[in-house]
């Protein structure tokens, strides 16, 4: 197998759903459940306003929410960090199966120290089928870095 081959594999291999108890202490029951699934690779940076959309960008593979039980809400989560001069960074939720963004902007931040930041709730706009998601990320000012860590969709059960 060759290298490359091998590195994709393993980083499909890598694309990581846990579980976490994120409510209260309490009962047997008496806290949310939330699932996250991580995008891979955790961090990409870019200067370029049109953004950058290809081999290395954060990839799910085959999601579906389907999948997922009694969920109804999904949120887009990272860390924002910008290289300053006012710029933004921008980020973008792409249905690689089709072709199609699913929304532009979803996170819209100016964050020079990394700061965390979410969408709002995706989950009427998610295709009702399996597709391989990516992220995209662009600057509001050209050749200013931004970049994102930890890319995640966060589901909750109702």
């Given at each position: 197998m060759r290298n490359a081959q091998f590195i994709s594999l393993l980083?499909?291999?890598?694309?990581?759903?846990?579980?976490?108890?994120?409510?209260p202490q309490g009962?047997?029951?008496?806290?949310?459940?939330?699932?996250?699934?991580?995008?891979l690779p955790q961090y990409v940076s870019t200067l370029d306003s049109a953004g950058y959309l290809g081999f290395g960008s954060p990839k799910v593979p085959k999601f579906d929410k389907s999948y997922f039980v009694n969920v109804d809400s999904i949120i887009l989560v990272c860390d924002v960090q910008t290289g300053g001069n006012n710029a933004r960074c921008l980020v973008d939720l792409y249905n690689g199966t089709d072709s199609v963004f699913i929304a532009t902007g979803l996170i819209?931040?100016?964050?020079?120290?990394?700061?965390?930041?979410?969408?709002g709730n995706?989950?009427?706009?998610l295709p009702n089928k399996e597709v391989d998601l990516y992220v995209r990320i662009r600057t509001s000012v050209h050749n200013t870095n931004v970049g994102i860590i930890n890319p995640q969709l966060v589901m909750y059960r109702r």
């Open positions: 980083l499909i291999a890598q694309a990581v759903i846990s579980c976490s108890d994120t409510g009962p047997p029951g008496a806290s949310d459940k939330q699932t996250r699934v991580y995008f819209d931040k100016e964050c020079v120290n990394a700061c965390s930041a979410e969408s995706l989950y009427s706009i």
